[in-house]
């Protein structure tokens, strides 16, 4: 039987060719647009992990109301302590302190007077400790463009496009221009050991990477980081686990009486990613009922079509003693073929393209020019597990919903005229 | 040459006028004749109230007129020899860690000086009220133990910092004992109390007063006067960008 209806839908193209293109189309749409949201949420969210709030963020509560203002009046004191209490509280995550500061960079002539002058935002990360994370947390061999990277205190890095623009170099000193812990103006001199590119137009148009204990000592903040980052060991967010540990440490160190007591706050409460986060949840449920949806009716309207075009064939069939229970059955196995083949052809288009934007992306930088956000101006695709299941079971189901509805008409044929139409 | 304006504001001579209905333009310009002297030597304390404790900063100052000024820091440690020049309408800070010599301009001027309630803006601010501000008297009060005039202010200029002041001005003295500055909009920017005056080398001195930025969280900045002394005679050099770096 099953055999038979293969048969007929190879040798029958018209049966099947339709059908089969429409579930295939849809379904490389639905894997592509998935695995797409997918690498761009995910990205975002890796990128702000990376550079603004790792998976967990320890502050002062003072600080963590006004964090986007990077207020190092109110940073956290005594962090060599509060890290090691973290490591062993939590000894599964990796901890690091990070500063984060603004000002202006100074680029000094020959004779020390101001040549150019920038406003600059700045990381500042532990860059020599041998135990240090950021180097593959920030990727940073992989950034540089020019130069090399820091191998001692008073080097930095900078943003290429920001170099480019101050018109210096590698070797060349520039001059940070801040304010200290305690308000007063910190002027710090620093050598450009290479350039960098951030992957993020915010941070390429004029930002620096800077070693934690050059600007503990630039911003008088010995002993001090305006932010504790915590990171899950496979650097791969668990929103269930951020909460927890965040709870826990809450509940052991934050004191509401004291505003310079710490807090720990997950990666979408503090990045305000949590709406985004939940969107990924909720995306495929929302990918799949939309497809389901239109693909079903786009199906049923081509299984009428078939039905129509198939009405002699069915006609004869239920004249000849075929009961209309096994042709509709035989109708649903027909679209349950369909569905697969097409499904199958669309979800390997689908992951294939998916899979060549996972690889080289797509480079909107120059949608970017003006973006404060911290996202990379290379947007990705992800091929993940629901990317095979995105498209190929709802391809399936619509396929024989689509048929099912369709089919439906067989039963309104009434044998008593059946013989009236086949002699026309 | 640090608190220049707040200096300037502190130190009046001790004229005793018997006019009295002064018109409020008469009273500025009392004000004003009364701030000026060809130079002087103070050596200042700032104590910062700020949002994580307090901090003590010394300061000498060397004033030429009131357009030139040159301070040194002598505390704390970090901010020692950390000097600032104003010549006219510019002013550069030295930092002898890095031996740089900075032009403080633009926004940079809106910063707080040393973490305290006063600008370099505030810093830079032409001191003679009477070239700034109409004035208008409000009405009369006692503060401080004085009889004072209240005074509102409102500037000739669009530039000017502060476009309203509110001034209470000692009737005897001509001294000002409080000052509220104002932005366009009418809200209260910040506030000067002073809380202690001195008579010397024949002028009344405010020696201590609590500058406050009311948009900055903390209790203000005291400031006080160690020692001053007017007329002497300060070496040209010294209001040169070289002895930045001496």
Request: charged share 25%.
């Amino acid at each position: 039987m099953i055999k038979f209806l293969i048969k007929g839908l190879l040798r029958d193209r018209s049966r099947s060719l339709f059908p089969v293109l429409t579930v295939s189309s849809g379904v490389f749409l639905a894997v592509v647009l998935y695995s797409f949201m997918n690498g761009v949420i995910a990205d975002m969210i890796n990128s702000t992990a990376r550079y603004q709030t790792g998976h967990v963020k320890v502050m002062t509560q003072a600080y963590a109301e006004e964090s986007n203002q990077m207020p190092n009046d109110l940073a956290l004191t005594g962090i060599n302590e509060i890290t090691q209490t973290l490591k062993d509280n939590y000894p599964d995550m990796i901890w690091t302190a990070r500063i984060k500061f603004g000002g202006l960079l100074d680029i000094p002539d020959e004779k020390g007077e101001t040549k150019d002058q920038g406003p600059v935002t700045g990381l500042a990360v532990d860059l020599f400790s041998p135990s240090s994370p950021e180097w593959d947390l920030l990727r940073i061999e992989k950034s540089i463009i020019r130069g090399r990277i820091p191998v001692e205190r008073g080097e930095i890095l900078i943003g290429d496009e920001f170099a480019g623009k101050l018109d210096i170099a590698p070797g060349d000193t520039a001059t940070l221009i801040s304010s200290t812990m305690f308000g007063s103006m910190a002027i710090y001199n620093f050598k450009i050991a290479g350039t960098v590119r951030f992957g993020i137009s915010a941070m390429d148009r004029g930002a620096i990477l800077a070693d934690i204990a050059d600007i503990q000592e630039a911003l008088d903040m010995q002993d001090t980081a305006g932010e504790l980052l915590g990171y899950f060991p496979d650097n791969i967010y668990n929103d269930e686990k951020a909460a927890e540990i965040a709870a826990s440490f809450n509940r052991q160190f934050k004191d509401p009486d004291d505003r310079f007591s710490p807090i720990m706050r997950t990666l979408p409460v503090e990045s305000g990613l949590s709406d985004y986060i939940a969107m990924i949840d909720s995306m495929g449920v929302i990918i799949v009922s939309i497809f389901i949806a239109a693909m079903s009716i786009v199906l049923w309207n081509s299984g009428l079509m078939g039905s129509l075009r198939r009405y002699g064939e069915i006609g004869v069939r239920l004249a000849v003693g075929e009961n209309k229970t096994h042709i509709y059955k035989t109708l649903i196995l027909e679209s349950l073929f369909i569905g697969i083949f097409g499904s199958v052809i669309g979800t390997a288009a689908g992951t294939g393209v998916s899979y060549l934007m996972q690889i080289y992306g797509i480079d909107y930088g120059y949608l970017m020019k003006n973006s404060s956000m911290m996202i990379s101006n290379v947007y990705r695709a992800k091929v993940s597990t629901g990317s095979f299941f995105i498209g190929f079971i709802p391809g399936i189901v619509s396929t024989v919903l689509g048929a099912s509805i369709a089919g439906t008409g067989i039963y309104r044929r009434q044998t008593a005229s059946l013989f009236k139409e086949l002699e026309v | 040459m640090k608190y220049i304006a707040l200096v300037i504001l502190m130190i009046t001579p001790a004229f005793l006028f018997s006019q009295n209905n002064p018109s409020p333009a008469e009273i500025l310009k009392k004000i004003d004749d009364n701030t000026i002297s060809d130079s002087k030597v103070v050596i200042s304390r700032m104590v910062i109230h700020g949002r994580r404790g307090e901090r003590t900063v010394r300061a000498k100052t060397w004033q030429r007129n009131t357009s030139d000024s040159f301070t040194e820091y002598l505390d704390p440690p970090r901010e020692k020899g950390t000097k600032m020049l104003k010549l006219g309408d510019q002013l550069w800070t030295y930092s002898p860690s890095t031996d740089r010599t900075i032009m403080i301009s633009g926004h940079m001027l809106r910063q707080s000086v040393m973490g305290s309630d006063l600008s370099y803006e505030d810093m830079m601010e032409d001191p003679f009220l009477s070239s700034l501000y109409e004035g208008e008297i409000a009405g009369s009060g006692e503060l401080l133990g004085r009889q004072v005039w209240i005074m509102d202010l409102t500037a000739k200029k669009d530039d000017t910092a502060y476009a309203r002041r509110k001034i209470w001005v000692d009737k005897e003295r001509y001294l000002i004992l409080k000052e509220e500055l104002y932005a366009k909009s009418g809200k209260l920017l910040k506030q000067v109390d002073i809380h202690e005056v001195k008579f010397i080398e024949g002028r009344w001195i405010a020696v201590s007063a609590t500058y406050k930025d009311v948009l900055k969280e903390g209790d203000g900045t005291e400031m006080m006067i160690e020692s001053i002394s007017f007329d002497e005679n300060i070496p040209d050099y010294i209001f040169s960008k070289a002895s930045l770096r001496k």
